[in-house]
């Protein structure tokens, strides 16, 4: 049975940091992209970051670019996702995704979502 279990989430002051990790169990990604997806309470999950399965190509969402970094370690089946600068409106639930196959296809498997809340 695949699962995604992300953590690092948590309460932050307006431009502080978090590191959210993901690891999968269940089977390997290491060939597959993952990404990382979120969603803010009354609106629609959207993307947030993408990376390929080498780690070699990155993708983001304009609204975090320059401040979020995603990156993997395929001998842990782990992606992590470190934001920066975070802003109020970067509070939502994230969610791991993995494979991801891009940004409107519906990924092959979704984690269960860590808290990020921003405080200004």
């Known amino acids: 049975q695949v699962q995604l279990v992300e953590s690092g989430g948590g309460l932050v002051q307006a431009g502080g940091s978090l590191r959210l990790s993901c690891a999968a169990s269940?089977?390997?990604?290491?060939?597959?992209?993952m990404g990382w997806f979120r969603q803010a309470p009354g609106k629609e999950r959207e993307f947030v970051a993408a990376i390929s399965w080498s780690g070699g190509s990155t993708y983001y969402a304009d609204s975090v670019k320059g401040r979020f970094t995603i990156s993997r370690d395929n001998a842990k089946n782990t992606v992590y996702l470190q934001m920066n600068s975070l802003k109020p409106e970067d509070t939502a639930v994230y969610y791991c995704?993995?494979?991801?196959?891009?940004?409107?296809?519906?990924?092959?498997?979704w984690g269960q979502g860590t808290q990020v809340t921003v405080s200004s």
């Open positions: 995704a993995a494979p991801f196959y891009g940004v409107g296809v519906r990924p092959g498997h």
């Open positions: 269940g089977r390997t990604f290491s060939s597959y992209a």
